[in-house]
């Protein structure tokens, strides 16, 4: 069972405003994902990091940035929403190896509208 | 990086084996082939990996060809929870992609009671 959170689960919120997305997962897991999805498409990778002070841009250019001080702790920040931020937010953390087989684990995600 | 190519949807019924394709035949020989599912309204789970041979877990089995051009995830016995979109992925930990998953549009899955 894996045990990665989300908060929070919805939000509904007026242009302009800042908002911070949480993500903490208790596996101790080095690596953690953003990823970002409109409803029926393809999920996109916009950040990951390796580990504590590690944060990547992934494949999808975003607006948002996210910061790692904790292990555990993973937030995404909107510093101004707009409306074509409307989407669902997931994320993801595994273990860091450099083999293949690594799994990942997927929070239930953050869907976000914003008006 | 390599990809893959999968059936946009498939039905299936209830309780009836369900064979899942997907073709990638640009596969490198240190891709791992991973499959994982979207159940709706929830974050996509893992569901197998595997590189060569085929693999069996308790969620399904992995059948995978031998030029590795294809593969196969077989679900046993079909239930109504197994309704979800299924995505094939090539990763490659030592490739361009700093071995992280890239997620196509996978195969919707329906299963009919």
């Known amino acids: 069972e894996a045990d990665i959170y989300q908060t929070p689960r919805y939000l509904v919120i007026g242009t302009g405003k800042k908002i911070t997305l949480e993500c903490s997962q208790t596996?101790?897991?080095?690596?953690m994902y953003w990823y970002q999805q409109d409803p029926g498409m393809e999920l996109h990778l916009i950040h990951y990091?390796?580990?504590?002070?590690?944060?990547e841009k992934g494949d999808l250019s975003s607006e948002s940035t996210v910061s790692r001080i904790r292990t555990e702790h993973f937030p995404l920040t909107l510093e101004s929403a707009r409306p074509s931020h409307t989407s669902q937010y997931l994320c993801?953390?595994?273990?860091?190896?450099?083999?293949?087989?690594?799994?990942?684990?997927f929070g239930p995600g953050t869907r976000l509208t914003v008006l | 990086d390599a990809k893959t190519t999968q059936p946009n949807s498939m039905e299936s019924n209830e309780e009836e084996p369900v064979h899942l394709p997907c073709n990638h035949s640009?596969?490198?020989?240190?891709?791992?082939i991973h499959w994982y599912r979207q159940l709706p309204s929830q974050g996509p789970e893992y569901v197998i990996h595997?590189?060569?041979s085929n693999v069996n877990n308790r969620m399904a089995s992995l059948a995978i060809a031998e030029d590795r051009k294809s593969s196969t995830l077989i679900l046993h016995r079909a239930t109504l929870r197994d309704a979800a979109v299924y995505y094939c992925?090539?990763?490659?930990?030592?490739?361009?992609?700093?071995?992280?998953?890239?997620f196509g549009k996978g195969t919707k899955l329906s299963v009919k009671p």
């Open positions: 993801a953390s595994s273990e860091l190896v450099t083999s293949g087989g690594d799994t990942q684990y």
């Open positions: 596996m101790g897991h080095d690596k």
């Open positions: 990091s390796y580990g504590v002070n590690s944060t």
């Open positions: 640009t596969i490198s020989g240190t891709d791992y």
């Open positions: 595997g590189l060569t």
């Open positions: 992925i090539l990763r490659d930990p030592y490739g361009g992609s700093q071995g992280n998953l890239i």
